[in-house]
């Protein structure tokens, strides 16, 4: 009787083993599926640096597309006004998208294009720099201003240096920009 018991325990313990072991040998579908649709889903955004990428991308737009892109640069005693834009409404779109979001960089002092004494100057003035940001129907009008006469200095040569990338294109991305006397 005893070993009648055991007989039926062990192929009761067996049938188990055989019912539940494809679900443990299978966990990778589930787990494939999973990963699958964290890394399709975000299309690969999921790293940390996904904002500075789309940063990056919507330069990378702009200066493709620099030929469709007018500008105007009014030097005032504290600062700039400039107006930037485009008859492309995609362009014009991305321009508005790239102040807003240069100017949220601004000012949480997250600096980008760092390489380049210039930028990173600018961001290490960041909390001295005001800027207003209107859109217009083809782009962007920006007011940017200073108390501090060296930040009025850095925000007059960024100006410039806008209207040499929309002239020159990814050459002149790719050159460093000296910063101005501090007198
Ligand atoms: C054709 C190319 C580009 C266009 C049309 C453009 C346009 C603009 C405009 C309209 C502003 C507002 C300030 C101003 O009008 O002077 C601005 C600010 C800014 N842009 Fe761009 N940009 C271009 C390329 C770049 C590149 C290559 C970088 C760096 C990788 C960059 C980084 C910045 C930063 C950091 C600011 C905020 C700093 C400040 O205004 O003082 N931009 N950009």
Same mark, same amino acid.
């Given at each position: 009787m005893n070993k009648k018991r055991l007989m039926t325990w062990l192929i009761g313990a067996l049938m188990l083993v055989g019912m539940s072991g494809p679900l443990w040998a299978q966990p990778g579908p589930q787990g494939k599926g999973l990963h699958g649709k964290g890394s399709q889903g975000k299309g690969g955004g999921m790293s940390k640096d996904a904002a500075p990428k789309s940063d990056m991308e919507l330069i990378r737009f702009l200066l493709g597309h620099r030929k469709e892109i007018k500008r105007s640069v009014t030097n005032l005693p504290n600062g700039v006004v400039t107006v930037t834009e485009s008859a492309n409404p995609q362009v014009a779109a991305v321009l508005q998208t790239h102040v807003v979001s240069m100017k949220k960089r601004v000012e949480e002092v &997250?600096?980008?294009?760092? &390489?380049d004494p210039l930028f990173a100057e600018i961001f290490r003035n960041a909390r001295k720099i005001n800027m207003l940001v209107q859109p217009t129907a083809t782009g962007v009008k920006v007011v940017e201003t200073s108390n501090d006469p060296y930040a009025v200095k850095l925000i007059q040569m960024h100006a410039v240096v806008v209207s040499l990338f929309i002239q020159n294109g990814q050459a002149e991305a790719m050159k460093n920009h000296p910063v101005p006397n501090r007198n």
């Open positions: &997250r600096p980008i294009h760092a &390489r």
